[in-house]
């Protein structure tokens, strides 16, 4: 029947985050402000912070591991998942089809919208001798003065050229304005699709790089395949045309340093262009500056089996020059093909030939085929990079993916990796895609999960991805001719790797443990291999010491930057020495903070029991021994078992001071002494066993006794009746007694105050909260009387990770009701109401602000995964 195309043309599973293309959101999107009053009592901080630390990293030119001046993060518009593998550097494009964000340098971003980065369509009846042309792109960004002659997609928000750029004679005017279209995404997948763009045909692109669960190769590649689907509704045949255009560059001032070329290739099927680009560092990114490393970006193209597509390319055009953007267009557009252009066409942007410092340079690949009435055809563009060494201040690393594209040869153009990678990607992305439907398969299809949950699930792993990544092959450069081989006791180098991620976009410090302890369970789930990995970079840190005396700019106090046998807030920052100089974060003295240690413990065990890894328990045993001697000697004054905070922000809540023992690190410690007993029985180690289940009686003995509101029905924040809110009631009061629980060990607090605190934090933190606000989530702290708690910047915030770990708790407590209301809470404020998709910050607050946009702790959803896994058993 005309008009119709098999079902199965293109398969968009049922549960994605999707949202209509001509939906622009125009909502408030603001950062969180600080009160005066909260800004008054930390003035010392405030000043300390600005005049010891920031000014002088600014000076230097370095990051700094927090810029309050700076909200490094992009507009909803501008967001989507980003495209390439772990640890390789990422791009960003947006839900409406701009690339527009860049994290290609380690742990660095920047937005640049590079408006000639785009995906155009032509198409012409048989039995028309006329075809029409359209940029499948719907924002309604006006930054494309040089684009102008190009026919945009903008839908109805779609604006007049500026009278500078005005279409010529020759131009084709935007009538594509009330055209529909939808974007979904169960990452690593998305599918734009648009319906009818012309001539009755309706396309879809599928958009996925090969991150896969528990493939520890193919997730290392640096690469992006768009796998374009055009249906042919109508009854008469139909050519078509897809065109991918691309900048040499980032859409920095360094694409226009000179010294970059483009050179077109056919490898087997495919045909492409290698874009070669001279990538700087400045001083404080790399010590030392102005090292420049060779930085390869190629796109290509392939299509299905038959023999009637045509490939055609443009090797090198100028994207700022009008006169070459209207002969590329006006050619693509009567053809559906570039069969006349390139070097003959432009001719001062000859093959291979490299720029001139001004001068930007782009490419195009273009595929042409014939589609059959009432079918479909695919047409597939890849997308892949190489830079091959990351860069952090002192150091240098291989990237995992050296591992299997070698180093050799770089500068050689007859070798060029990215390439190489393109042609892959052409080649195998139905395998990779089929296992990556095999990974998700079992919960995608769970008729008991709702789908708002599966498609969260899944979209919020973009920050393992997109957390400013580095996934090493090996330790720290020493030979740059030499990568790391394999070896018998470790063929897979998981031994000898390094992974980090950032705490957030705008928090640059690497594996915030504090934070990661929330996290940690995505990669526990999903990537085991690089979360033990991560494990024993830590348990080295332990045995370390840096002795350099700093100023916490906190408090003001003189105290080392790392003590031996603590575990470290960070493994260090882009621009220093990371896995090497730990403890970039200066606020608080976190050696003294008291969740850390305890941290390290619960989280050890447990991924010994997800993993089974003996070996790993053996490894880091040793560490856990030490960190809780730690503890106990130092910060357990009193005697009783139960160490007490010391009347600073000693904790991951580092804005809300804590005096003597407390819910939440008190509850940290206590699971700490329950894991230890487990573990020394595992490792048949009896004596210790018994050691750690004394100390646990007299630890639980005296948190019940100082902590229990019986009026109340849960734990009070903190145990200092002399400060007036030592009785707000905490959302993460119970974070230990859920880990305990998800390291399948016996709980220890008795089972009827769990319930009851559970039932309080539903009533007030969470309903209550609603009530005042109309925000879902769980604010961290409400007063007994039923308001919220001011009197700190986090007590009123929502914590999006620490939400997602109570939504846990209900399901293993056997609320799972409530369980999925409550993280719900979190998936409609951000991924629906504040358009925080792509970007789920830490908090947010009472006004809808947020603070700390792309942040680790929302991966803590996997352990709402991890607690159905277990309440199956």
């Known amino acids: 029947m005309a008009g119709q195309t098999s079902k199965d043309a293109v398969h968009i599973p049922a549960a994605t985050w999707n949202r209509s293309l001509d939906n622009s959101f125009d909502g408030k999107f603001d950062a969180e402000q600080i009160p005066v009053a909260d800004a008054m009592r930390d003035v010392g901080l405030g000043l300390r912070f600005f005049f010891q630390y920031y000014v002088k990293e600014k000076l230097s030119g370095r990051v700094p591991t927090f810029d309050p001046f700076v909200h490094n993060i992009s507009h909803p518009n501008q967001k989507g998942p980003p495209i390439g593998g772990i640890g390789t550097g990422v791009l960003t494009r947006s839900w409406q089809g701009d690339f527009t964000r860049w994290g290609i340098k380690a742990g660095l971003y920047h ?26 792109n719907c924002s309604k960004e006006n930054n494309r003065d040089y684009l102008s002659s190009w026919n945009w997609w903008n839908n109805k928000f779609a604006s007049p050229a500026p009278k500078s750029h005005a279409p010529t004679a020759n131009s084709t005017p935007s009538v594509y304005r009330d055209m529909k279209g939808t974007f979904d995404s169960v990452y690593p997948r998305s599918w734009y699709t648009y319906e009818q763009p012309t001539n009755n045909i309706k396309l879809t692109c599928k958009q996925f790089s090969p991150v896969i669960a528990n493939n520890y190769k193919e997730s290392s590649y640096p690469v992006g395949t768009f796998v374009w689907t055009a249906e042919n509704l109508d009854s008469t045949d139909v050519e078509v045309a897809l065109m991918f255009t691309f900048q040499n560059g980032m859409g920095t001032s360094s694409d226009q340093t000179g010294g970059h070329y483009n050179k077109r290739f056919q490898d087997q099927s495919a045909v492409g262009v290698n874009m070669f680009h001279q990538l700087t560092y400045t001083s404080g990114e790399v010590n030392p500056g102005g090292t420049t490393d060779l930085l390869t970006f190629s796109i290509a193209a ?9 490939i055609t390319t443009v090797s090198s055009f100028d994207p700022t020059n009008e006169e070459h953007n209207e002969l590329l267009w006006n050619t693509f557009k009567q053809q559906g093909s570039l069969d006349s252009l390139d070097d003959i066409s432009f001719p001062n942007m000859f093959n291979g030939k490299p720029t001139q410092p001004g001068e930007t340079v782009a490419s195009a690949v273009c595929v042409k085929l014939t589609i059959k009435a009432n079918s479909s055809r695919d047409i597939t563009f890849a997308l892949a990079w190489d830079l091959p060494v990351t860069r ?18 770089r500068n050689d153009t007859t070798n060029v990796v990215a390439q190489k990678i393109a042609v892959d990607a052409l080649e195998n992305h139905d395998q990779w895609e089929k296992q990556i439907i095999d990974w998700q398969k079992p ?21 393992v991805v997109d957390g400013g990544t580095v996934w090493t092959n090996g330790d720290h450069i020493t030979d740059m001719n030499k990568v790391n081989q394999p070896h018998g006791n470790d063929p897979d180098g998981f031994l000898d790797m390094h992974f980090s991620y950032l705490e957030g976009h ?15 369970i995505a990669l526990t789930m999903n990537w085991p291999e690089i979360q033990l990995a991560l494990q024993r970079d830590f348990a080295r840190a332990v045995d370390t010491e840096h002795p350099e005396v700093i100023k916490w700019c906190g408090r003001g106090v003189l105290a080392p930057r790392k003590v031996r046998n603590t575990v470290p807030h960070d493994v260090g920052t882009t621009c220093e020495n990371p896995f090497v100089k730990v403890n970039a974060y200066h606020i608080q003295n976190t050696n003294r903070w008291k969740d850390l240690n305890c941290e390290f413990v619960i989280s050890c065990y447990r991924d010994y029991v997800v993993t089974k890894d003996v070996e790993f328990l053996k490894y880091v045993w040793p560490r856990m021994v030490n960190v809780v001697k730690y503890h106990s000697e130092n910060f357990d004054k009193d005697g009783d078992g139960l160490i007490e905070n010391e009347g600073f922000a000693d904790s991951t809540y580092d804005n809300w001071v804590t ?30 066993s018994e050691m750690y289940s004394e100390w646990k009686v007299r630890a639980v003995k005296a948190y019940e006794e100082r902590l229990w509101n019986q009026e109340g029905g849960y734990y009070n924040y903190d145990s200092d009746r002399t400060n007036r809110f030592y009785d707000t009631i905490m959302s993460d009061q119970l974070c230990g007694h859920v880990h305990l629980l998800l390291s399948d060990v016996k709980p220890i607090q008795p089972s009827n ?18 009530q005042i606000t109309t925000f879902g989530g769980a604010v961290n702290g409400m007063r007994p009387d039923g308001t919220i708690d001011h009197h700190h910047v986090q007590t009123k915030e929502v914590w999006t990770g620490t939400t997602y770990l109570l939504a846990a708790t209900m399901i293993l407590e056997g609320r799972r009701e409530d369980g999925f209301e409550t993280a719900k809470g979190v998936y409609e404020t951000c991924w629906q109401r504040l358009g925080y998709w792509f970007q789920t910050p830490e908090a947010y607050d009472e006004h809808g602000a947020y603070r700390s946009c792309a942040y680790m702790r929302p991966l803590g959803i996997w352990s709402i995964q991890h607690a159905l896994k277990i309440a199956k058993k």
């Open 753 to 770: 105050r769990v319930k009851s605190v559970l039932q309080k934090l539903i009533d007030y933190n969470i309903k209550k909260y609603k």
């Open 506 to 520: 705008e928090y640059v410090m690497f594996n915030t443990y504090d934070v990661h302890f929330y996290a940690s």
């Open 111 to 136: 937005n640049a919208l590079v408006p000639v980065n785009q995906f155009s369509f032509y198409s012409r009846r048989m039995n028309k001798q006329e075809g029409s042309a359209v940029v499948l």
């Open 443 to 463: 919960i995608m299809d769970d008729p008991n999960l709702p789908n708002w949950y599966k498609a969260t699930l899944f979209n919020e792993l973009y920050y």
């Open 392 to 409: 952090c201040g002192l150091s240098s690393y291989f990237k995992r993916y050296t591992r299997f594209y070698g180093i050799e040869k």
């Open 659 to 688: 005096f003597g023992p407390s819910a939440y690190c008190g509850g940290l410690w206590i699971s700490a002494l329950a894991i230890c007993e487990q573990a020394a029985k595992e490792l048949n180690l009896t004596k210790e």
């Open 302 to 310: 392939k299509t299905d089996q038959n023999n009637d597509s045509k």
